[in-house]
Every structure is written in C-alpha cells, then in structure tokens.
C-alpha cells in the first residue's frame, strides 16, 4: 500500500532539475529585460587634480569626491558600480582662483563609456584658493612624547628624532606661519632599556602640504642611574675690569651629578666648567654667590659643594 508515494517521491526527484532549470533560464530572461532599460543612479566619484603648475598650490583642499548622477542601461550602471573607474579630472594647468562650474565641465572632465551620460553633479559649485608655491625648512617638535621610567633608570642623554627637521611645500600663505611640525604622540612607560622607534609626523593639513619625510625615528637611551661626584672644578671669573680684583673664598667646587652608568664611565672633570659673571657679582647684595655650572646633556644635576662661594672685590 506504500507504492503510490514511492512512485511519487521518485517522479518529483527527476522533475527538480526541470524546474530550477526552468526557473532559472525566466530569471535570467527577466533580468536581461530588466537591466537593458534605461536608468539613473548616483555615484561618488573621485576628484582628481592633473598636471598642477609647479609654481602654485592650493590654499585650501578640493573635496576628495563629488557625486554624479549618471544615466546609463542598467547593466552599464552595474558594472560601473562594480569596476569604480570613474573619475572627475581637473587640468591644473587651467586652474585659477575662484569658482569652478562642476555641471559646466561634466562632459569636459569625465571620460564615460559610450551609452553612459553624465547628468548633474554636487556640489555645483568648486571654491578654489590659489597662491604661490614655496618650500619651508622648520624644526621637529618631539613635545608630545611622554616618557617615564623603572626606578632606578633614566635617560644615559636627551632623547634625539632623526632627521630633527622637515621640508614642508605648499602654498606660501599656510607656510609663513608654520615654524615647527610635530611628531605623533607617544607613550613609553617602565622603561630599563632603551627604544628606537619609527614614528610618523602630525598629518594635519597633509592634503595641502607635502613632508620631505612622513616618519623619523626615535631615540631614547635608556640606562642604569648612578650617583657620582666629580671634584676639583675651577672656578672662573669672566669680564672683570682691569682695574678691579676677585677674590674668591673657594676657587674649585665639586659637583654631584646623577646619569646612565655608562656614560657616566665616559665623562670626567674636564667635562665641567664652572663661571661667575663680574656683573653677576655687582648685583648681588649678599657676600655670597652661586657659580654657574656648564655640563654634559643628559646629566641631572644634584647639587654643588659649597652651593655658594664667598668672594671679595678688591680695586
């Protein structure tokens, strides 16, 4: 009594080829009529600047985009959506401060396969700030990186970026007022060894101002700290008259300083200088006064024995 369906399941199973098949060839059918009509649709389409005279630069950036509303059969608008080979180009040799007419210039400034037109474009109107181009040579300002340390170590010196400046080129109007460029922030913690690093430049304004460089690496020397003493610093007394004399209470001072122990190995006496300006002494009330103290970058300076040194003036 179970033949009938059997026969059934079986005749449906020879059928489902059939009826997909059949489905398939009335969608196809469907489709090509569908998409063979005439449509419209809207794209973003990049802006493109061409052959810019090397003597100007923009003030201002031109959008990266502009939207285009296209006409074209429907399978010419699919594949334009799938192959993006669209472009809206601008001959910078034409180009001149003021307004650009974009819908005036469609037909000039967009190449389009044949059967595609191109029907109006946002926004209508381009504002363009044109000025003379020129390069500027400025400092790099490392200000925003933040470095902390393990107890116990610190700086063996200061920390370097290499190259320590950038040549910027652009519109003379937005370079007259940069006179530094900046790194991107960064922050090292816990450090006990030390770091080289690639780091990229602030990419602010970078659709008008080109970089000589778009990294610079940084440096920072990392190392053990110790405490050392450095004794028997003279000291010397600048711009004294020729009729005056100085007589100091001490003539040398040792100096405590604190760095890498490294570098700290490298260093000695002779790296120190100690001065007193004669006008320094004039200006001074109390009898006493502090030298000041020239030493190696990267060296903390923790105190001076004396701290102050006596002096008579003599005529």
Avoid: C
Wanted: proline residues 5%.
């Amino acid at each position: 009594m179970f033949s009938r369906p059997t026969r059934f399941t079986g005749l449906m199973k020879k059928r489902y080829p059939v009826l997909l098949g059949s489905f398939l060839v009335a969608a196809l059918f469907w489709f090509s009529v569908t998409m063979s009509g005439s449509f419209r649709s809207r794209f973003d389409v990049p802006l493109i600047v061409t052959n810019m005279s090397e003597d100007i630069a923009l003030v201002k950036p031109l959008p990266k985009t502009i939207e285009v509303l296209l006409q074209a059969r429907g399978w010419q608008l699919l594949f334009l959506t799938a192959g993006k080979q669209l472009a809206y180009e601008i001959q910078g040799s034409r180009l001149r401060s003021g307004v650009i007419q974009t819908n005036k210039a469609l037909a000039e400034n967009m190449v389009l396969p044949e059967g595609v037109s191109a029907i109006h474009a946002y926004p209508e109107t381009l504002f363009v700030q044109l000025d003379r181009y020129i390069t500027k040579k400025v400092p790099l300002n490392s200000s925003m990186i933040v470095v902390s340390f393990k107890e116990g170590f610190g700086l063996t010196h200061g920390v370097t970026i290499n190259p320590d400046s950038v040549i910027l080129r652009g519109a003379e109007r937005i370079l007259r007022g940069i006179n530094e460029w900046s790194v991107s922030p960064r922050i090292y913690e816990d450090l006990a060894t030390e770091v080289k690093d690639d780091i990229p430049l602030v990419d602010s304004l970078r659709d008008i101002i080109s970089f000589s460089a778009r990294k610079v690496t940084l440096h920072i020397p990392t190392e053990q700290q110790a405490d050392m003493s450095f004794p028997g610093i003279r000291v010397s007394i600048l711009d004294v008259p020729g009729d005056r004399e100085v007589l100091l209470g001490q003539q040398e001072i040792t100096v405590f300083v604190r760095g890498g122990v490294d570098y700290l190995s490298s260093i000695n006496e002779a790296d120190f200088v100690a001065e007193i300006h004669f006008d320094d002494i004039v200006a001074d009330t109390s009898g006493s006064i502090i030298p000041t103290l020239h030493f190696p970058v990267g060296l903390q300076l923790l105190k001076t024995e004396p701290a102050q040194i006596r002096y008579t003036i003599r005529r």
